[in-house]
């Protein structure tokens, strides 16, 4: 798993990140822009069989069996950046979460994402459905109607139960609204709650012996 905190790739990062798909097949998942990382994964870093970007427009094509069969084909699936809401609602409870969820469980492959796509790999996660929400709004009303702290499941990431995700640490400044979300969490039941954050540039990537191991540029 790379967990990518935003702004430009961290180019080490990806390449780590690639070479956990063992030459095989990447597929890019995004609900905006385009299909820039085609060329920068195959041909910039390269390593790879073949790397394809799918992009939803809305929740129908979640149920596309050509989007179906590109998951199921995939040795590693990144999950761009955007507005992480367009994931929960275009994905959450449909054949696409499924799949994702199986190929992680059962294949193994490798899963990443950057700014939203790193929001969406924890076990809970700021869905951002109303929008963002800045430290000090957080911190001043955690219960307000912006804090979107949601724990309903959703991509089982297994080492990342009990953990929330942010990025763009330092710009702006997110570390009072990431331990308001952590507060949230055991405020709705967690006993112990876990956090992972990374600035701008920076990423988090964890073996499957679980161990931990930043990159940073």
Known sequence: ???????????PAMQWFLGRANGGDVLVLRASGAD????????DLGGVNSVE???????AASNDPYV?????????????????WNYVDFWRNT???????????????????TSAGMAILGGCYFSAQYGS?????????????????????????????????????DNPDRRG??????????????????????????AVCVTPDLTARYKAG
């Open 133 to 169: 929400i800045t430290s000090a709004e957080a911190l001043a009303d955690p219960f307000g109607p912006l804090m979107a702290v949601d724990c309903t499941p959703f991509l089982d990431v297994p080492f990342m139960a009990r953990t929330i995700t942010d990025t763009h640490y």
């Open 177 to 202: 609204r990431h331990f308001t979300f952590l507060a949230r969490m055991v405020q709705q039941g967690d006993s112990t709650a876990f956090g992972i954050a990374c600035n701008e540039y920076v």
């Open 68 to 84: 179906a069969q590109r998951i199921q084909k995939a040795e590693a699936i990144w999950f761009a950046g955007g507005d992480q």
């Open 36 to 43: 820039g990382y085609n060329d920068y994964m195959y041909y």
């Open 95 to 113: 054949p696409v979460m499924g799949l994702i969820n199986a190929a992680i469980s059962e294949r193994h492959i490798a899963i990443g994402g």
């Open 1 to 11: 798993t790379c967990m990518m905190g935003g702004a430009s790739e961290f180019d």
């Open 53 to 59: 970007t799918i992009r939803f427009n809305n929740a």
